[in-house]
């Protein structure tokens, strides 16, 4: 259960947020969950979640692992001295606005296997490609030319989120159904390039705690990527609980 907090919250929110959110979330045993703030919030967030069952992420990284002329930019050995285990990559709204592309999906994606890093790689296709039926030629498409080119000992240490443009953000979330469509012919494609489909998929997408349950029922949906609910520490908690069989909320 990951929270993509985007360019939201101060230092100060982040130790607020984490006061009440690592309590609420303390019996969750049976997840990963993973907080990924702003990268001048990882001091504030690694610190308050030491020893809890919070891991903190960052949102970016750039895809030289040596220090270098790259201003504004931030390395993988940097985000892991800070503290950070995990790294989201691809996201839709680097794509759409900071012209991501596959390719250097793909170079951040090792980038972040080198610092010894988690990817969670985004794929989704927008609104237009899904009403003209190209749902799966995109998908398709970013698998090939970014997570395909890995190494099969790199593919098996990322997670991938299916993230459909059309639902960030817009509390427009995929039907159960859809999203469990679109994971398995994410799954199809590992299977086709790798010869395993063991790989965890999360879904991303306007969840929220009232339709939490409904995705996670679908087997094929291994977790959640979560924008706007996962800014709020009880919303974010009940999410969490909804995917783990150890505790009640
Ligand atoms: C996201 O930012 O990855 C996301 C899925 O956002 P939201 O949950 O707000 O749609």
Redesign the pocket.
Known sequence: MAG?W?MCKTPGETRSFLEKFIPAVAGVSDCDIVICPPFVDLPAAVEAARNTNVAIGGQNLHWESKDGAFTGEISGRMLKEAGAQWVIIG?S?RRQYFHETDELVYKRTVAALAAGLKPIV?VGEMLKERESGQTHWVLERQFNHGIAKLAPEQFAQIVI?Y?PVW????GRTATPDIAADAHRFIRGQAVEKFGSGDVRILY????KPDNIKGLMAQEEIDGV??????LDPDSFATICFASSSSASH
């Open positions: 993509n985007k996201h709204e985004c989120a993230e639902a960030i953000g817009t991303g997408g306007s969840v990527l979560v924008g706007g609910a996962s």
